[in-house]
């Protein structure tokens, strides 16, 4: 079991959506909360609401995740505010939406920035302490296309599907390294943040567009249990079973389950249909 209560957590992308709620959850629980996004402002607001409703006083901070060049002095800081990380929560993400001939190449590079090497740079500033002290937990945002390439998604599921491999290195490393360092791995399909407004699944009840809420709560009760990887909805966990079906099987099922057509509509946080960012 990993203990919130009296410990340090830092919550990236914490200005909005999951990692807000992620966030409250365990200021509730009696954690000391450290808050990282890029939108400074907003980061603030959610101190403030946190504050206003649990008691519990947060670092808040402007940190762009994806250059090591901000994360390690933001890093210093907070070790000098609220102490050494316990819990980690790499929740910061950008999501790009379209053909492949329609991404920008801009788009692509900030898609990996922010969503596969700002793992390495966060991690690596907290780390070290956790192994020294064989205690902590990581947890990696995942999603349900880090299991299996969306059309019109190729950016995004690309780089989860490489932080559904980061996860899984670093949980063999620490098994080595630091045993009491646990990892969680977070594969959600859609959820109703914002980032993927327009999403649409075409069988609600077998893929529904999560609820933000009861995902936060998925995530807070996995780091609680040392759960290794959350998958949801159920069906998501039957992806890495579908993969032992011939390709043009497997492609066949993604299709009549609408997994395919299901980001035609995307128009994301801020209305565009190319992007939304929540680092």
């Not at 450290?34 to 607001?45: E, K, Q, Y």
């Not at 390439?149 to 690309?158: F, K």
């Not at 159920?234 to 043009?248: I, Q, S």
């Amino acid at each position: 079991m990993t203990e919130i209560a009296g410990r340090t957590v830092l919550v990236t992308g914490a200005a909005s959506g999951l990692g807000r709620l992620i966030a409250l959850r365990c200021a509730r629980l009696g954690g000391r909360l450290a808050l990282w996004d890029l939108d400074g402002p907003g980061v603030d607001r959610v101190a403030d609401e946190i504050a206003a409703h649990t008691g519990v006083r947060c670092h808040a901070d402007r940190v762009d995740v994806s250059a090591g060049a901000q994360v390690y002095p933001a890093a210093d800081a907070v070790r000098a505010h609220v102490g050494d990380v316990d819990v980690l929560v790499n929740n910061a993400g950008i999501m790009h939406g379209g053909t492949l001939t329609d991404l920008p190449d801009e788009a692509v590079e900030a898609t990996f920035r922010v969503n596969v090497l700002s793992l390495f740079w966060v991690t690596k500033a907290f780390l070290p302490a956790m192994v020294a002290r064989n205690r902590g937990h990581i947890v990696t945002m995942g999603s349900a296309s880090g299991r299996i390439g969306v059309a019109r998604l190729s950016a995004y599921a690309a780089s989860k599907h490489a932080a559904v491999g980061f996860d899984e290195s670093l949980r063999a490393e620490l098994r080595q390294l630091a045993p009491g360092v646990r990892t969680t791995q977070v594969n959600p399909y859609y959820v109703a943040t914002g980032l993927a407004e327009g999403a649409r699944s075409r069988y609600p009840r077998l893929l529904p567009i999560l609820e933000p809420d009861a995902v936060a709560a998925r995530v807070v009760d996995a780091v609680r249990r040392d759960r290794l990887v959350v998958e949801m909805p159920w069906l998501v966990k039957a992806t890495p079973w579908l993969r032992f079906l011939p390709p043009r099987v497997f492609d066949r099922i993604a299709d009549t389950l609408g997994i395919n057509v299901s980001m035609n509509d995307f128009v994301g946080r801020h209305g565009s249909t190319d992007a939304t960012r929540v680092a």
